[in-house]
């Protein structure tokens, strides 16, 4: 990778951080934590979301929009279009075994073991 790049995409963290300094000149700023990664990415969004952000403070959350990477492709700054709650608790997360062959094709008609055997060797 040679430097940083953009992409939509989502992320999904913990809303811990909030700013609003910068609101005068049409930024708000955010902090997604992700405990998995163990790092938070920076969240811009327009002001008038306000509101919608402190609904979701300090709740787990998926953030959509444009996404900026560093040259290692690591996430380091997400401009939200649009944010929505995640389930908070396992008890309505879906079960594993329910998004075990949503896709039956993705490993290529390879069983899982063949599919790891061969990346491995790449």
């Known amino acids: 990778m040679v430097g940083a ?8 963290g913990w809303l811990d951080e909030m700013n609003a300094r910068r609101v005068a000149k049409g930024v708000l ?6 405990p998995l990664t163990r790092r938070a990415v920076t969240g811009v969004l327009a002001p008038d979301m306000e509101a919608v952000m402190q ?10 929009g444009l996404i900026t990477r560093n ?5 380091v700054r997400i401009r939200i279009d649009h944010i929505e709650p995640l389930p ?3 008890d ?10 949503a896709d039956p094709d ?11 055997r061969e990346a491995r060797r790449a």
Do not use: H, M, N
């Open 88 to 90: 908070q608790d396992d």
């Open 55 to 64: 609904r979701f403070w300090r709740q787990r959350v998926l953030a959509r």
């Open 5 to 12: 790049y953009d992409s939509l995409g989502s992320i999904a």
């Open 106 to 116: 993705w490993l290529g008609g390879q069983d899982v073991d063949e599919y790891l």
């Open 71 to 75: 040259k290692r492709g690591q996430i």
């Open 29 to 34: 700023r955010v902090g997604l934590y992700d």
């Open 92 to 101: 309505r997360r879906a079960a594993v075994s329910e998004l075990l062959g």
